[in-house]
C-alpha cells in the first residue's frame, strides 16, 4: 500500500490516511494528529480543536507545538518543563509535540491500515516511534507510542483537544471512578499577564458536579461550556483497580457521544483543561474558546519533568507522577479515542463496560449505545 505523501491541511505538513469510517491527519511538527472526521450514520463528526491561529502567519518565536496545535499529540515529558532536571532541559510538552516527525511505514493489514512515524530525541537521547491504527467499520482510532533506547524517569501522555458546540452546556463530561481530584494549586493564570481562571486554586473534590470557585461556591464541571472568559486545570487520579479508565463527553443535541479508553496503570490520571477565552495575550487573544483538554497522563500536573519526579503530593500518597523508562525494555503506551452515535434521551455517559465485541456505554437515564472497539489493544506488551 502507498504511503500517504506530505500536503498542507490547515497550515500544516501533514500526512493524510483513511478507513471506511474515519480519515486522519497528521502533522509532521509535532505529531499532532488532526483534524479527524468519524463517519457516524449518515453524519461526519470533527470532534477536534484547531488553533484559530493555525492558518495565520505568527510570531518567529512562537514555540512549534504553539504552531501546530491541534487534535491530539503525545508528550514526553509532559508539561511546561521550564526548570531543568539533572541538565535535561526540554521544551513544553517535550520534543515528541515540538519537533519533526519522521514516516517509517504505511501498512494495510485485513482491516486494519497503520501509519508509523518516529523521532529520534536528543535531550534525552532515544528514539520514539508513534502507531496510529484506523479498523474498517469502527469509528475509533488506535494510538500506540514505543519508547526505546533511553533511561530514567519520564512524565507523559495524551493532550487531546476537543472542541464544544458554542450553547452553554452543549457537552455532558463524565470519567470513570476516581480516588482524587484537586485543582491545580498554583496560579493557573494571572490577571496582570491578561489571563484569568475561575477555579479556587489548590481545592480537592470528589464530584466533577462540585468543584470550588474562586470567588465562592461551587462550579458544576460536568457541563460545558461554562464560565466565559477563564482558563481553568483539574486533575483526577483515576482508580488502578478498574480493567480499563475512561474519559467521556456526551453531545446530546449532536446526537454523538466521544469516548476515551487507557490502562490506568499506564496513564493514571485526568487533566481537564478548560480553556474558554480567558487568555488575552497572544497568539490567544480571547479567542480560544469552547475548547476542552482531555489529556491522560502519568505525571504532578502539567508542571513538568523536574516536578514530576522530586516527591510531590500525589506520589507521597502513592499514586504514580512518572514512569521508568529503560535502554534495552521499551516503554509501550496504548490509548484509544472514539466516537458513537446515541439515541434520544442519551445524557451523560455512567458507564462504560466490556461487552462482546466492544463496548456499551450507559447513560444516567439509562439509555445505551455500542461501539465496536479492541479492547485487548490496551494490553501492555
Not at 480519515?23 to 453524519?43: D, E, I
Not at 501509519?115 to 500506540?144: C, E, M, N, P, W
Not at 452553554?168 to 494549586?185: H, I
Not at 467521556?248 to 490506568?264: K, M, S, T
Request: aromatic fraction near 10%; glycine fraction near 10%.
Amino acid at each position: 500500500m502507498s504511503a500517504p505523501s506530505l500536503h498542507t491541511v490547515l497550515g500544516q505538513p501533514s500526512w493524510s490516511f483513511e478507513s471506511s469510517h474515519v480519515s486522519a491527519h497528521l502533522t509532521k511538527l509535532g505529531g499532532q494528529l488532526g483534524p479527524v472526521n468519524f463517519r457516524v450514520g449518515k453524519k461526519t463528526v470533527t470532534p477536534y480543536a484547531v488553533a484559530p491561529w493555525a492558518e495565520e502567519a505568527v510570531a518567529p518565536g512562537l514555540p512549534a507545538i504553539l504552531r501546530a496545535l491541534r487534535g491530539d499529540f503525545f508528550c514526553a515529558p509532559f508539561g511546561g518543563n521550564a526548570t531543568p532536571w539533572r541538565g535535561e532541559q526540554h521544551p513544553v510538552h517535550g520534543e515528541t509535540a515540538n519537533a519533526n516527525w519522521r514516516l517509517e511505514a504505511f501498512e494495510k493489514s485485513g482491516p486494519r491500515v497503520t501509519l508509523q512515524a518516529s523521532l529520534a530525541t536528543k535531550v534525552r537521547r532515544g528514539r520514539v516511534d508513534k502507531f496510529i491504527s484506523l479498523v474498517a467499520g469502527q469509528t475509533a482510532v488506535y494510538s500506540r507510542h514505543v519508547l526505546s533506547g533511553s533511561r530514567g524517569p519520564m512524565n507523559l501522555g495524551h493532550h487531546a483537544m476537543l472542541k464544544f458546540p458554542a450553547a452553554p452546556g452543549s457537552g455532558a463530561v463524565s470519567t470513570s471512578r476516581f480516588v482524587r481530584g484537586q485543582v491545580f494549586p498554583g496560579a493557573f493564570e494571572q490577571a496582570e499577564n491578561f489571563g484569568y481562571q475561575a477555579l479556587q486554586p489548590g481545592a480537592h473534590f470528589r464530584s466533577l458536579a462540585r468543584v470550588p470557585l474562586l470567588a465562592g461556591g461551587s462550579a458544576d464541571l460536568t457541563r460545558y461550556p461554562a464560565r466565559k472568559g477563564f482558563e481553568d486545570l483539574v486533575m483526577l487520579t483515576a482508580d488502578a483497580k478498574l480493567p480499563f479508565a475512561w474519559t467521556a463527553v456526551a453531545f446530546p443535541g449532536e446526537g454523538h457521544v466521544w469516548f476515551a479508553l487507557r490502562d490506568p496503570r499506564v496513564l493514571r490520571h485526568t487533566i481537564f483543561w478548560w480553556s474558554n477565552g480567558g487568555r488575552h495575550y497572544a497568539p490567544w487573544n480571547g479567542r480560544h474558546a469552547a475548547v476542552l483538554g482531555l489529556e491522560e497522563v502519568t505525571s504532578y500536573f502539567h508542571t513538568g519533568l523536574a516536578e514530576s519526579v522530586k516527591p510531590n503530593p500525589l506520589s507521597r500518597r502513592g499514586h504514580p507522577t512518572t514512569l521508568t523508562l529503560h535502554p534495552k525494555k521499551p516503554t509501550t503506551v496504548n490509548y484509544i479515542m472514539a466516537v458513537a452515535a446515541i439515541p434520544k434521551g442519551f445524557d451523560r455517559v455512567k458507564e462504560i463496560r466490556a461487552v462482546s465485541g466492544g463496548v456499551e456505554l450507559v447513560a444516567e437515564s439509562g439509555k445505551r449505545a455500542r461501539a465496536a472497539v479492541a479492547l485487548d489493544f490496551l494490553g501492555r506488551e
